[in-house]
């Protein structure tokens, strides 16, 4: 009775240490995890701050007129009634590409929209890893 009882112990005992160490390599993992977790965190952040700090800056120049936003206008498009495109400078071989300029408060919007795309991109990316880290850790 006394060996049975030894054997049933010892059987407890690696059984409990065998738990115990599968409960240490989970909170290694989820350590692990949250260290990476962290990191992006800081990175996404960091990207998110840049690309502000860019907007705004884009936005200064575009408020202060040291930067004009144009857009090309279609070559190809008829104005009026001869699609006849005005000659070239003097001493210009290279016909250049015809631009206009945009209104400031338009170019402020496109800056704004265009602003708010690249941070949803900048989030999804974010996201994505995220995703891509929890499901390769199970």
């Known amino acids: 009775m006394a060996n049975k009882e030894a054997e049933y112990q010892t059987e407890r005992t690696e059984l409990a240490n ?10 290694g993992k989820r350590l692990a995890l949250e260290q990476w977790l962290a990191a992006s965190d ?5 990207a998110l701050t840049d690309e502000k700090t ?6 200064d ?9 144009s857009v090309l206008l279609d070559a190809t498009a008829a104005t009026g009634c001869d699609a006849m495109q005005p000659p070239t400078g ?22 704004g929209i ?23 850790t199970k």
């Open 54 to 59: 860019n907007q705004t800056r884009l936005r």
């Open 18 to 27: 065998a738990t115990s160490a599968q409960i240490l390599a989970e909170q």
């Open 90 to 111: 003097t001493g210009g071989v290279v016909h250049a590409a015809r631009r206009a300029q945009l209104d400031p408060a338009h170019a402020q919007r496109i800056i």
């Open 42 to 46: 800081q990175a996404h952040y960091r």
């Open 114 to 136: 265009t602003g708010d795309g690249d941070q949803g991109l900048i989030a999804l990316q974010a996201c994505q890893a995220y995703a891509k880290e929890v499901s390769d």
């Open 61 to 69: 120049r575009l408020a202060t007129a040291d930067l004009r936003l």
